[in-house]
């Protein structure tokens, strides 16, 4: 078996459709046992890197290897290592729960016992029983993405690409999910996942990749991309100008932005309890009355304000 520090290894992949560039240029390298989150808006090029990585999809330039394996020359090799969930799912609508699971497990060439077994186990760990019975196209949302994931497991392969398993969840179902990953991780499977959503990102990965318009535009652990993006922000907003203005020049410059027609500022926080507390009480001091105020996070958009300087519309323009 063909030697690499890296179980993923992608360097300078770029793939066109017609002329369209949907990747231009994308390195990527997971650690065994690891998460690296692709993180990006709707047409990055997450689904494209995902489709290329698990074989299903022909690229154009660089080289992408997976457990050492060529994705072009050893596509069989690679298809016996991964396990692939998400937006271009491997489920029977007409099939149940069930007979979803039996049939990929034979075709993983499992005997037909251990197909039904490790099928029942699976249906038990996703909380899936009750269905398992039904037709596939009777589930819900959240029950579908969880037989999804089932299915890609029953082989239980030591690599795992999830594209965007959350995406469309409700906010239980979505931490029935991140569980249900987290698991995945005690087990040791190298893992990468597509998602929309930086706070996901942050939660799961050991290691995110920001990509638009089928770049990376930033790397590192959540923690130094974070600092990139910017802290939270408490949002303040007055009464009327005086009162307004008064904040402005107690504040000084711990004010961020301000709008003078609505009477509203925003001050950068690193520390939530300290800042926010230090804020409030010098406004107290200067007996400044707060019409209302709120903490904002940074946001997927904050990321590619901060990162490229524009609106994401902006990027399309600067190949
Ligand atoms: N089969 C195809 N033919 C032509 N263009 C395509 C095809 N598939 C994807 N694209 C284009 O490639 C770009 C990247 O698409 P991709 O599906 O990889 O994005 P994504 O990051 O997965 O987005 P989403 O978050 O919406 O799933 C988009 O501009 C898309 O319109
Ligand atoms: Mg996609």
Do not use: C
Not at 19 to 38: F, H, Y
Not at 45 to 59: F, M
Not at 260 to 266: D, Q, Y
């Amino acid at each position: 078996m063909p030697q690499s520090d890296y179980v993923i290894e992608v360097d300078n992949l770029t793939k066109a459709y017609g002329k369209q560039e949907v990747l231009r240029g994308i390195d990527l390298k997971v650690t065994r046992g690891t998460m690296l989150a692709l993180l990006g808006p709707n047409g990055a090029g997450k689904t494209t890197t995902v489709r290329i990585l698990s074989t299903l999809l022909k690229y154009d330039g660089g080289t992408v290897k997976v457990e050492g394996y060529d994705v072009t020359d050893q596509a069989d090799k690679v298809r016996s290592v991964i396990g692939l969930t998400g937006q271009s799912a491997a489920v029977d609508e007409l099939l149940t729960g069930r007979e979803n699971l039996v049939m990929m497990g034979r075709l993983y060439r499992l005997t037909a016992d251990s197909a039904k077994a490790r099928a029942q186990e699976l249906l038990e760990e996703f909380d899936l029983l009750k269905a398992a019975d039904r037709p596939a196209k009777t589930y819900s949302g959240g029950m579908r993405r969880r037989l999804d994931l089932a299915v890609s497991l029953i082989a239980t392969p030591p690599v795992i690409f999830l594209d965007e398993p959350t995406t469309g969840l409700d906010p239980r179902s979505r931490l029935v999910m991140w569980d249900i990953i987290k698991k995945l991780m005690e087990k040791g499977t190298t893992i990468l996942l597509t998602t929309q959503y930086l706070e996901e990102a942050d939660h799961l990965a050991d290691q995110i990749v920001v990509i638009d318009g089928g770049k990376v535009i930033a790397q590192g652990t959540a923690k130094q991309l974070k600092a990139k993006v910017g802290n939270d922000r408490l949002e303040l907003v007055f009464k009327n100008t005086a009162d307004f203005n008064a904040a402005v020049e107690a504040l000084g410059k711990e004010v961020g932005d301000r709008n003078e027609k609505e009477f509203s500022l925003t001050v950068l926080i690193r520390d939530t309890n300290t800042d926010v507390k230090r804020t409030l009480e010098t406004l107290a001091k200067h007996q400044i009355a707060i019409a209302s105020m709120a903490i904002h996070k940074p946001t997927l958009d904050d990321v590619f304000l901060s990162l490229t300087g524009k609106q994401k519309q902006a990027t399309e323009e600067d190949k």
